[in-house]
DNA sequence: TATGCACCCTGTAGCAACTAGAGGGTCAAG
DNA sequence: CTTGACCCTCTAGTTGCTACAGGGTGCATA
């Protein structure tokens, strides 16, 4: 199987399978005479692996972890439930401060009139910081 | 003012600073007879409104765009409400991503009894995508 | 047999938005 | 006059790819 079957088997783009091999994530195929890389069904696994534990959202060096501890399957499943926690719980972080950045946008949203720069209430948000917090002693108005 | 008081009084790593204008994002100061960068009042003010805007997640860009409205008063507001709106649509769609992302990382969490890796549920789970997909003619379990 | 096209190869540079380091210069205090 | 905190430029690293440039290969068709 060529990288442009395997490719198309995983979703995956073929500079990235060259790249998950650059980095070791995927280990070198056998090569035809011309130097075509010929992978097998093991590699189509593997790969699949790697594609479905960043669609996850794993980054690449859990997915590392991930895939020795696969390997290894005298060990115990402990290791891979505090990664999959960890990265739930990055999520989370992530989902929480996304929320209130969004409410913050929902309350700059719409306050503006459409006037004038002059009045915008969104840009006066953006610069107020710097009398507010950095010149206090200037009035409010 | 020096650097590193800008960068004191706007939360701002030196180097970030300097990227900035490297950038030709903060305009160039003067700079003292030992070219040491020398801050005023204005580059204060401006530091502040990008690193707000990027508080809220506004790419670089788009912080760009927000500064060169912000410096034509006359221009209408409504611009700055499309950007603001733009983006907030970006934020409402990478928070769906991730509560999709979060749910399927819950199934998965304590799904495993912590035996042995040939057992466990989340590496299987990332695993089995190939018999599934790839061979469906090979029998579930 | 020629030619065209899709596919493959290596190697390098680019993206966002910084961050970190090397290897120096400057300034004020003690 | 030395110490330490600050400043300078320039370069390279981070994450996870993506996009060339400049070639070679394999197969079908005219």
Redesign the pocket.
């Known amino acids: 199987m060529?990288?442009?079957?395997l490719?198309a088997a995983t979703d995956t783009?073929?500079?990235?399978i060259?790249?998950y091999e650059q980095i070791g994530l995927l280990s070198p195929p056998a090569r035809?005479?011309?130097?075509?890389?010929s992978y097998g069904m093991e590699h189509l696994q593997r790969l699949a692996f790697i594609r479905r534990a960043?669609d996850l959202g794993f980054?690449?060096?859990q997915v590392r972890e991930l895939l020795s501890i696969a390997d290894d399957k005298e060990q115990s499943c402990e290791v891979v439930d505090d990664i999959a926690r960890m990265h739930r719980a990055t999520v989370a972080r992530k989902m929480s401060e996304l929320r209130a950045l969004g409410d913050e946008l929902d309350r700059l949203i719409g306050q503006c009139g459409h006037g004038a720069i002059a009045d915008c209430r969104i840009i006066e948000a953006l610069a107020d910081v710097v009398s507010n917090e950095e010149r206090p002693d200037v009035p409010e108005k």
Chains 1, 2 share one sequence.
Do not use: H, N
């Open positions: 060529r990288i442009g079957q490719g783009k073929v500079e990235t060259r790249y035809s005479p011309s130097s075509y890389r960043r980054p690449l060096d």
